[in-house]
T-cell receptor
Framework: AQKITQTQPGMFVQEKEAVTLDCTYD???????LFWYKQPSSGEMIFLIY??????QNATEGRYSLNFQKARKSANLVISASQLGDSAMYFC??????????????FGRGTSLIVHP | EAGVAQSPRYKIIEKRQSVAFWCNPI?????LYWYQQILGQGPKLLIQ????????DSQLPKDRFSAERLKGVDSTLKIQPAKLEDSAVYLC?????????????FGPGTRLLVL
């Protein structure tokens, strides 16, 4: 079974509008971390936002917010006021416990976002 | 602060040849990761080091792939012999530690084409 599922291969949004990128995850751990990364066409992965499994408030970082619904195992990324520079691949990732107390990361397949002028 | 450095940026080899990639993490980062990213897919973790010890290598094809981080700083990933399906971008990343909230910082990647 996939640990991270991103069901939207591609999304289109008009500049200045908001867009939601979906992510569901699968873990039996109680303690885990959820991340979103952006990968522009240049290829370098850029960290956007983090949500801990025990955090009660949804994380926000500037125009990015994470809609965390723990019971549904959902961690959707919301980008407000989209900009042309937001066009990129977006990856949802999770860190869950491995051996020896270390947390091991897993990435989803990604969603391609295109922002139209 | 310097980012994660990787070399080479591009490599073209023929199948059955060997190839090696090098990564230098951000100074002070104890944890180093190697990922394989096939076109159109998300990064797949190959190996995670904490200092010079292996934390996880469950998805590393050990019959052909090897990695080392002898002094706990830079690292080398080797493929020997290469197969066509190894064509991918190999990403190196680093972080301070291995807690659940550790942000990974990625290098630019090495694009490998196996002919």
């Amino acid at each position: 079974a996939q640990k991270i599922t991103q069901t939207q291969p591609g999304m289109f949004v008009q500049e200045k509008e908001a867009v939601t990128l979906d992510c569901t995850y699968d873990t039996s751990d109680q303690s885990y971390g959820l991340f979103w990364y952006k990968q522009p066409s240049s290829g370098e992965m850029i960290f956007l936002i983090y949500q801990g499994s025990y955090d009660e408030q949804n994380a926000t970082e500037g125009r990015y917010s994470l809609n965390f619904q723990k019971a549904r195992k959902s961690a959707n990324l919301v980008i407000s006021a989209s900009q042309l520079g937001d066009s990129a691949m977006y990856f949802c990732a999770m860190r869950e416990g491995g051996t020896g107390g270390s947390y091991i990361p897993t990435f989803g397949r990604g969603t391609s976002l295109i922002v139209h002028p | 602060e310097a980012g994660v450095a990787q070399s080479p940026r591009y490599k073209i080899i023929e199948k059955r040849q060997s190839v090696a990639f090098w990564c230098n993490p951000i100074s002070g980062h104890a944890t180093l990761y190697w990922y394989q990213q096939i076109l159109g897919q998300g990064p797949k973790l190959l190996i995670q080091f904490q200092n010079n010890g292996v934390v996880d290598d469950s998805q590393l094809p050990k019959d052909r792939f090897s990695a080392e981080r002898l002094k706990g700083v830079d690292s080398t990933l080797k493929i020997q012999p290469a197969k066509l399906e190894d064509s991918a971008v190999y990403l190196c990343a680093s972080s301070f530690g291995t807690s659940k909230r550790e942000t990974q910082y990625f290098g630019p990647g090495t694009r490998l084409l196996v002919l």
